[in-house]
């Protein structure tokens, strides 16, 4: 694998310094506990190298314009724990100066540290999961910090929890989300109802984390993840959840996971990629947002 160092939007955007950039990029390429499908410590380094194709103006205005600073990988070998901190650390920096953390993975486990970080941060917040699995299983083949957990641990924690696009779960899973009022819409429901129908509760926090775990596409929109689930989410069906959120809720950080790039399949990767920049897109067109973060109104497009 090569060492060359690769930025977001490759050379299109100059790499800005963490304090200016609104957007910090963290690759956490950890792949410990997948179940199916392998790759996902690839995930982020297929990203990046995706990002360089994308156009600039996402239709409506350039995102980038409000800074994109890639920061180093994160180091996933050892323990889960101590990987975890690692990802807690860098999430952490991003933090501390009053920045947006997008964290790339990896398998959803790497979730578990960007919320630690948060949790440091904010008083109170939500956690909104774009997902093919419920992720509640208090153990999974022998290990409490799967990436089949992950969910699990944050509820734990006393943070609420929004599921779109769910339709792969077991049974322990869906008596616990029942026991804890854990709010979903499954992906079927989503189908048959409209995304009109989708709607957060009235009593969920203002600043809510964004969790994307890629498998809640449907397959054939992005196959290119270790446990694909047929029957999930369409692109403009994500999409436009996603404005949704954003214009009702300030987002405070979100990631990408679960991400294993197939060989010769590219546009897989690019899917990755523009995904992640059409959250950001969402994130600097949303007024509410724009005031929470203190960004000025989005230059005009001639």
Known sequence: MSDQILYFHGADVPPSPPQSALFHIIPAPYEESVSYGTGTANGPRAILEASAQLELFDGRLI?????????VPVDC?????????RIEAAVGRCLAVGKCPV????????????????RQAHDRFGVIQFDAHADLRDSYQG?????AC???????????????????????????RRDHGIAYYDAEAIWRQGIETVT?????????????????????????????VPGGLSWYQALWLIERIMAE??????????????????????????????IMGYLVGSPLNRRYWRLPEPVPVP
């Open 63 to 71: 995102p980038a314009d409000s800074g994109i600073h890639t920061a």
């Open 77 to 85: 070998t050892g323990s889960p724990p101590l990987v975890l901190s």
């Open 103 to 118: 964290v790339l993975g990896g398998e959803h486990t790497v979730t578990s540290g960007a919320i630690a970080a948060l």
């Open 143 to 147: 290990s409490p910090f799967s990436h």
């Open 150 to 176: 992950v969910m699990r641990r944050v509820a734990e924690q006393g943070i609420p929890i929004l599921q779109l696009g769910t339709r792969s779960y077991c049974l322990e899973e869906q008596r616990f």
């Open 200 to 228: 957060l509760p009235a009593d969920f926090p203002d600043m809510v984390y964004i969790t994307f775990d890629v498998d809640g596409f449907d397959a054939a929109v992005m196959p290119a993840t270790g446990t694909p």
């Open 249 to 278: 809720r300030v987002c405070v950080g979100f990631d990408v996971v679960e991400f294993a790039p197939l060989a010769g399949l590219h546009g897989a990767a690019f899917t990755a990629a523009q995904l992640t920049y059409a």
